[in-house]
């Protein structure tokens, strides 16, 4: 596994400084497994809104595609100098601090 995988091994939750991301995606905590697996969780009020994804790591991007209806999808990320996981999607960026 290349280094830039092993970095976003792990939980990060949304960061509560992001008022685009928020506004845009929620409340929402990624859980990147080692075995290429992505739980996208969205909090919601009532309940959390799970998709269960698989990732893959290409230069520049995270590679998702979702078992249940399958369909790649790209999404530009990179780390920050502060340790904050930068995603772009879309048009729209969003940040995630890591937890665990």
């Given at each position: 596994?290349?280094?830039q995988?092993?970095?976003?091994?792990?939980?990060?939750?949304?960061?509560?400084?992001?008022?685009?991301?928020?506004?845009?995606?929620?409340?929402?905590?990624?859980?990147?497994?080692?075995?290429?697996?992505?739980?996208?969780i969205?909090?919601?009020?009532?309940?959390?809104q799970?998709?269960?994804?698989?990732?893959?790591?290409?230069p520049?991007?995270?590679?998702?595609?979702?078992?249940?209806?399958?369909?790649?999808?790209?999404?530009?990320?990179?780390?920050?100098?502060?340790?904050?996981?930068?995603?772009?999607?879309?048009?729209?960026?969003?940040?995630?601090?890591?937890?665990k």
């Amino acid at each position: 596994m290349a280094v830039q995988e092993t970095e976003l091994v792990g939980t990060w939750k949304s960061d509560s400084n992001d008022l685009a991301g928020a506004t845009a995606y929620g409340d929402v905590t990624l859980k990147f497994g080692v075995d290429g697996t992505l739980l996208y969780i969205v909090h919601e009020s009532e309940r959390d809104q799970i998709m269960r994804l698989t990732y893959r790591i290409e230069p520049g991007f995270i590679v998702t595609d979702q078992p249940s209806e399958p369909r790649s999808e790209r999404t530009e990320y990179h780390l920050g100098e502060d340790g904050v996981l930068v995603l772009a999607f879309g048009g729209r960026k969003s940040r995630y601090v890591k937890v665990k």
